[in-house]
């Protein structure tokens, strides 16, 4: 049998993303924060590629970036209610790490499974930061996705997307369980 991590499977069975708006300081200091990159770098990275880098965006950032979510979704014709809740995230941010996804070319490793590592390590930061008692929930939201935003506000060259924002914070309520998954209705087993 193999050796079994019962403290690493317990967390992983019973995690839970904190909603972003419950979130209150402290955040991490910076040396808080580096053992989170830490573990998040440790994604699996086919091809040792490290198709994603991250962006800590601290509070004055993450201000200026409600300034310019809004600005960018004013411009592309969104409605009020869309446009507030386009800067919301990054007005009620304390502290988030933008995960980069930062493609390289390669003629081993496809574009999709970059996708997939840059994606890996949004979880990886997340749950790294929930193991370490911190508040933490993965978002993007409508701006993420602008070319202009992601451009003049984060510094993304053209081929970089945003996999996912990761907020980290102090949790400030114990977030209900929800509903999981019927593993009768997605696992699927072949024998033969």
């Not at 419950?22 to 910076?30: F, G, K």
Request: glycine content about 6%; charged content about 20%; overall charge neutral.
């Amino acid at each position: 049998m193999p050796e079994r991590n019962d403290a690493a499977l317990a967390f992983l069975l019973s995690r839970r993303s904190r909603p972003a708006k419950t979130l209150q300081l402290p955040v991490p200091t910076r040396d808080q924060l580096l053992p989170l990159l830490t573990a998040a770098a440790r994604t699996p990275d086919h091809g040792k590629l490290e198709p994603w880098r991250f962006v800590v965006l601290e509070r004055p950032a993450l201000a200026r970036l409600a300034e310019l979510a809004e600005a960018r979704a004013t411009a592309a014709g969104r409605s009020p209610e869309q446009i507030a809740k386009d800067r919301s995230q990054y007005d009620q941010g304390l502290l988030a790490v933008a995960v980069i996804e930062s493609p390289k070319p390669s003629d081993k490793v496809p574009p999709l499974e970059q996708t997939y590592s840059a994606g890996a390590a949004c979880l990886a930061l997340l749950n790294a930061a929930l193991a370490a008692g911190w508040g933490a929930n993965w978002l993007s939201g409508w701006a993420s996705t602008d070319p202009e935003f992601r451009a003049i506000g984060l510094g993304l060259q053209p081929q970089e997307r945003v996999a996912g924002i990761v907020h980290i914070a102090t949790e400030t309520v114990a977030a209900p369980e929800r509903p999981r998954p019927d593993l009768d209705q997605v696992v699927t087993w072949i024998s033969d």
